[in-house]
């Protein structure tokens, strides 16, 4: 193999390296953001509870909404050379995403702010935004209570 072959494949070789450093820079970090946000929905779970409405919140592992499970989950979307991460929150038909863009800053309602001064202290516009997604699952499902119901299957015959 001549030095201009193997100048190639190892261009080739550094690429990937860096692709796959940061997606695991991006994963670490959204593993991060998701486990904060599990302990931020969770202190607005509580405070409904003080309310009396039907939520459990014994942990972050069993969150829940009139029974609907409350799910906080880390996304990578990594294709070569593009890596793409949020974190989604999920209950019932309410869905928010934080993104963690790859300069490190997170898009969470209101201004971005930089990972490292999250993990710092979390910013009032991320409490902010978790309560609004507690509130929006709250009240989705309160509006949808009786419509839940299951449609009679139809049989072929």
């Known amino acids: 193999m001549n030095e201009a072959s193997k ?13 796959a450093a940061e997606r695991e820079r991006m994963r ?8 904060i946000t599990q302990r931020v929905v ?9 309310q009396n409405v039907d939520v459990e ?5 069993a969150m829940k909404i009139m029974g609907h499970p409350v799910l906080i ?13 949020r974190v989604n929150m999920t209950c019932s038909g309410a869905t928010r995403s934080i993104i963690v863009n790859s300069n490190g800053s997170i898009s969470a309602g209101g ?8 993990k710092k202290g979390i910013p009032e516009s991320f409490v902010t935004n978790s309560a609004e997604f507690v509130s929006d ?3 989705f499902i309160a509006r949808n209570q009786g419509q839940e119901q299951k449609t009679p299957e139809v049989k072929a015959g």
Do not use: H, Y
């Open 42 to 50: 969770l202190e607005s779970l509580n405070f409904m509870k003080t």
């Open 57 to 61: 919140c014994t942990g972050i592992e």
């Open 7 to 19: 100048a190639l494949l190892m261009n080739a070789v550094k690429e990937w390296n860096k692709f």
């Open 137 to 139: 699952a709250f009240l």
């Open 111 to 118: 201004n971005p702010f930089m990972f490292d001064q999250f």
């Open 73 to 85: 989950e880390p996304v990578v979307e990594a294709q070569f050379p593009n890596v793409k991460t």
């Open 28 to 35: 670490t970090i959204a593993m991060e953001v998701s486990a």
